[in-house]
């Protein structure tokens, strides 16, 4: 298995420009997440999802799209990309049930000018 | 390499010797606790968890503690060494929650 795989590693915008941060799991993981970690300030959780056509926001949604047509993928777009945006974005899964650890892809790190 | 060390707790160690990273939670409803350790330029990686009806595993080298009543949880790594130089974060999640809620990280250097 390869685990959370996510695409691209690295990436640099301009302001405005949009984009598709991918993440794709082959563990048939139910639950699925996007977090950013920015210096000294952990990770904080943008979106999840918990099913195929089901997502819901996190603690900082705003600016940011996911969808979930599939149980392997769940993309995060920014819309029109920002400064304030410019972070390490880690994509996480794990299986239905409450005693279950989430396992992280390596991130997307983004710069935007 | 990544600068998500920046501005966290540091605990500096010498090789060989026991660390303890402590995580203060914050909800009282919270009943499972996740340890995960971050290399540079790495996701974060599971090590150990938790349920709250314990108050103490063991792994390989590594023993998680949580104390309910104070809402404390650490992590002891034996024997440490360089190859556990990272930032270790600790997540808690209620349950029926689905998604755990993480703490800032401590940054551990373990000196040669």
């Known amino acids: 298995n390869a685990g959370v795989t996510q695409t691209p590693k690295f990436q640099v915008l301009k302001t405005g420009q949009s984009m598709t941060l991918q993440c794709a799991q082959d563990m048939n993981h139910e639950y699925m997440s996007w977090y950013r970690q920015d210096p000294g300030m952990g990770l904080r959780l943008i979106h999840y999802s918990v099913g195929a056509g089901i997502t819901d926001q996190g603690e900082v949604p705003n600016g940011y799209n996911v969808s979930r047509s599939t149980t392997e993928d769940f993309p995060l777009r920014l819309l029109s990309a920002a400064p304030s945006q410019t972070s390490v974005y880690f994509c996480?899964?794990?299986?239905?049930?409450?005693?279950?650890?989430?396992?992280f892809g390596d991130g997307t790190r983004l710069s935007i000018l | 390499g990544e600068s998500v060390g920046l501005h966290l707790p540091t605990l500096s160690v010498q090789e060989g010797d026991n660390s303890i990273i402590n995580c203060a939670y914050s909800n009282s409803a919270s009943d499972y606790f996740i340890w995960y350790k971050q290399e540079s330029g790495k996701g974060p990686q599971f090590i150990i968890d938790i349920r709250s009806n314990m108050d103490k595993r063991q792994g390989q080298r590594v023993t998680v503690l949580l104390n309910k009543t104070v809402k404390h949880l650490s992590l002891q790594i034996a024997a440490t060494q360089p190859g556990d130089s990272a930032v270790y974060f600790c997540a808690e999640k209620a349950g029926g929650s689905y998604i755990p809620t993480f703490g800032r990280g401590t940054s551990l250097i373990v000196h040669p």
């Open positions: 996480a899964s794990r299986l239905r049930g409450d005693n279950q650890p989430q396992h």
